[in-house]
């Protein structure tokens, strides 16, 4: 576009300054000599600015940056990832492992096997497996109905 309007006001002022030097021409005897008028004149000054005023404007208008400009606004951020709470277990006070006597005069090896079966058993029992006091209590109670004290 600067281009274009840039060759517009050039050819203008070449154009004007044309009609200007093509109006008429004086030929009779003026203090002895003869007159030829050649040049721009008023007529090609007033016409010449004519066509260049709005032609410069536009020129002008064309070099300027437009007054709005569009910008993609950024992506929206992406909502963070939800919290999810494990529930925690809830674990009663542990006691300590009772000491265990033979209440029949069992052998070592016998408190030992026996003490094996009642943790095996122990397993099978409803909820031993998720909480420990049950398991404990279960492994008592079958130690005891075994023949043994426990403190």
């Not at 003026?30 to 008028?37: D, E, N, V």
């Not at 008023?42 to 032609?55: N, S, W």
């Not at 070592?108 to 009642?118: F, G, I, K, Y």
């Not at 909820?127 to 049950?134: E, G, L």
């Amino acid at each position: 576009m600067k281009t274009l309007a840039r060759t517009l006001i050039v050819s203008a002022l070449v154009a004007a300054t044309g009609v200007a030097g093509a109006g008429p021409r004086y030929y009779g005897p003026s203090h002895g000599h003869y007159h030829h008028h050649d040049g721009w004149g008023l007529g090609g000054l007033v016409l010449g600015l004519a066509v260049a005023v709005p032609l410069i404007a536009l020129a002008s208008q064309a070099d300027r940056a437009p007054d709005v400009v569009y910008v993609q606004p950024p992506p929206a951020p992406l909502p963070p990832p939800p919290v999810v709470y494990a529930p925690q277990p809830v674990y009663a006070p542990s006691r300590p492992a009772p000491v265990i006597y033979p209440r029949n005069g069992q052998s070592n090896a016998q408190l030992e096997a026996d003490n094996r079966e009642c943790n095996r058993w122990a397993t099978t029992q409803q909820a031993a497996m998720a909480d420990a006091s049950v398991f404990q209590r279960a492994v008592e109670a079958c130690m005891d109905g075994r023949g043994y004290t426990l403190r």
